[in-house]
């Protein structure tokens, strides 16, 4: 049986082999700060985007994405701050918010990519 953290694992992993066949280029996986993890961080162009993956077996609570609350969001920002801060070659990029909802099965989730889900300046 597999355990929550590696489905979750494995699902990001799904997110980010999707994206990079999207031409996203990967910076870093599960950036961890005291205010939050960052699930992913990618390169689209000159943008950073900072990516939060989200499961849900069935949308009967809604889907992934739906579950990123305001709380959510702002943790989130506050994590994409402190990553800006730590990686100052990337401070003057243009930044984005993306969320991948995924859902269906956890060995072949189906996923879909909501680009600009959230911005910083709506937290």
């Not at 609570?61 to 100052?88: E, M, N, P, W, Y």
């Not at 070659?89 to 889900?117: H, K, M, Y």
Request: glycine letters at 10%; aromatic letters at 8%; charged letters at 25%.
């Amino acid at each position: 049986m597999t355990s929550t953290r590696q489905r979750g694992g494995d699902i990001e992993a799904a997110a980010h082999a999707y994206l990079g066949k999207a031409g996203l280029h990967g910076i870093s996986c599960n950036a961890s700060f005291r205010f939050g993890e960052l699930d992913l961080v990618m390169r689209d162009g000159d943008s950073v985007v900072f990516i939060e993956v989200r499961y849900r077996r069935n949308a009967g609570f809604g889907g992934g994405a739906a579950s990123i609350t305001a709380s959510k969001r702002r943790k989130l920002v506050a994590a994409a701050q402190a990553f800006l801060q730590a990686h100052r070659e990337f401070a003057n990029a243009p930044c984005r918010f993306d969320v991948v909802d995924a859902s269906g099965d956890p060995d072949a989730p189906t996923l879909e990519w909501l680009r600009d889900a959230f911005r910083a300046d709506d937290v």
